[in-house]
């Protein structure tokens, strides 16, 4: 994992697919994970066909949730997990669980890709996030 520091900010660069979708490279609970950042998602999930791999624990979560596409059905909720975006892991981090056949179907049709999460704007504000087009680079600062 390429990281760079630069003013008191951590940077990794990430892919952009011809969707316009952003994938990073990342670690999920020590796990080698790839993740769209997505600025609208209000929280960071990982796909529930992926929870073994992560060595995620899952509660119920009874509340509706919906992406931009559809509802979300089956919505879970794990605590206490971590994730290393640029060479600083957030610990005791809450993840958002569901089905993401949806999205990966259409990355894998499109893209010959797969996704294991999403990368949601409680991390990306909580950590001054600021995403670098040109250089194709996230930047968290993590001293905050």
Do not use: P, W
């Amino acid at each position: 994992m390429v990281v760079e520091k630069t003013n008191d900010y951590l940077s990794k660069k990430f892919k952009i697919l011809s969707s316009g979708h952003l994938i990073i490279n990342s670690h999920v609970n020590g796990v080698s994970a790839k993740l769209i950042i997505d600025t609208g998602a209000s929280n960071s999930c990982i796909d529930s066909n992926r929870i073994e791999a992560f060595k995620i624990e899952i509660e119920n979560y009874d509340e509706q949730a919906s992406s931009a596409t559809e509802k979300i059905k089956d919505m879970y909720i794990s605590t206490n997990n971590s994730i290393d975006i640029v060479g600083f892991t957030i610990k005791n981090l809450k993840l958002f669980v569901f089905d993401m056949n949806h999205i990966n179907e259409t990355l894998e049709k499109n893209e010959s890709t797969k996704v294991d999460g999403i990368l949601g704007n409680d991390i990306i504000s909580k950590y001054d996030g600021i995403i670098s087009f040109r250089e194709k680079k996230i930047y968290l600062k993590f001293d905050l």
